[in-house]
């Protein structure tokens, strides 16, 4: 029988003026793209908070993807600068945690980039892949929300 | 304000790792503002401690709650039952708040989460910096506001040493020279002649020499 492939469980946080919008694209366009992530719109990637990523992991994703607009390009001018700080702080803790950096992974998308946005999720969903499920998962028991 | 920063998470979970019920106090006071030991680091750093702790396969329950004041009897009363079903507590407050737990719950373990820095002020978003030492006698009057205890790294009080290069700390190029603010800011204010009086000797004596420093105020006892 040929072995079960593992199949991560990924959360993308996605800017409602951008990535979110480049997914409703790709889905317009009848782009594929692996059915791994949950997509959580956010009204900007600067909304985002520390906690948000480490109670993700703690609840079992194995993937945290963080998707807001090019450089530059920010609705609220510099939302995705502060992400971007907020997921560099949060990969060194991820590390002193014992967890994979790797997990955490910021892009930068526009509305109108449908086919970068699903190779991004094709690109995350195989580098997850790789690294297994969240080790967090298999040690002890996981609190409540997690299970689904 | 006092600033502090966190522990690193291989370290904190090494202080309370035998422990099994542990509560993670917050304290709502000068951590907040530095971020280091407010309700949202508690958070944070629970869920960091909860996960570190099962990688290594530790049975570790963590609570977590956040007080306005860590160093003040009258707050602590509010963790009072939180402290009383724990095990452990590891404080997120500064060293006072430490040990004003320490004191407060005999019966309990108290640690530090964080590593108390210095009393300093917020420079810009992200960046904090040590602006006075508590030496107990304070100099401020003579030097324009500018201490130079705290912000000359030679501690000069008849300065500039001969080190400052454009404007900056010979030891810390990346920080400016606190005689050239001294000189600028007495200029500013017309008091340059205050250069002029050569300081004795600074009295450490009310400084962190023979113990701990009390302040007591008979006007206030009961």
């Not at chain 1, 600068?81 to 560099?88: D, E, F, G, P, S």
């Amino acid at each position: 029988m040929k072995p079960e492939v593992f199949q991560p469980r990924i959360v993308a946080f996605c800017c409602h003026y951008c990535a979110y919008s480049s997914a409703d694209l790709a889905g317009v366009m009848r782009i594929q793209y692996p059915p791994n992530v949950r997509i959580i719109r956010t009204p900007c990637t600067g909304r985002l908070e520390t906690e948000y990523f480490m109670k993700a992991f703690e609840h079992g994703a194995d993937g945290v993807l963080v998707a807001g607009c090019l450089e530059g390009g920010c609705h609220f001018v510099e939302g995705n600068l502060c992400a971007k700080r907020r997921v560099n702080y949060t990969r060194d803790m991820l590390e002193e945690i014992g967890l994979e950096k790797e997990r955490l992974r910021m892009v930068n998308i526009s509305a109108a980039m449908a086919r970068p946005f699903a190779d991004t999720i094709i690109d995350m969903v195989e580098t997850v892949r790789k690294l297994g499920p969240n080790p967090i998962k298999q040690n002890g028991t996981m609190k409540q929300e997690s299970c689904s | 304000m006092i600033v502090a920063q966190r522990k690193n998470i291989p370290d904190l979970l090494a202080i309370v790792e035998k422990h099994r019920k542990l509560l993670l106090l917050g304290c709502g006071t000068c951590v907040t503002v530095c971020l280091a030991g407010g309700q949202r680091e508690v958070s944070i750093i629970a869920s960091a401690l909860r996960m570190a702790a099962r990688l290594k396969g530790l049975p570790l329950e963590i609570e977590e709650l956040t007080i306005e004041r860590q160093c003040d009897n009258v707050f602590l009363e509010q963790a009072a039952e939180a402290i009383k079903k724990s095990d452990a507590v590891l404080s997120l407050g500064c060293g006072a708040g430490v040990q004003a737990l320490a004191e407060r719950f005999t019966s309990k373990p108290v640690y530090a989460g964080l590593n108390t820095a210095f009393i300093g002020i917020l420079e810009e978003r992200g960046v904090w910096a040590e602006k006075c030492a508590a030496c107990g006698e304070c100099v401020l009057h003579l030097y324009g506001g500018i201490c130079p205890i705290t912000r000359c790294a030679k501690k000069m009080m008849n300065g500039p040493c001969s080190g400052s290069r454009e404007d900056r700390c010979e030891v810390n190029p990346d920080r400016p020279c606190a005689w050239q603010l001294i000189y600028r800011r007495l200029k500013e204010i017309g008091q340059l002649d205050r250069l002029n009086q050569i300081k004795p000797p600074k009295n450490w004596r009310p400084s962190q020499s023979g113990g701990c420093r009390t302040i007591i105020r008979e006007d206030h006892r009961v």
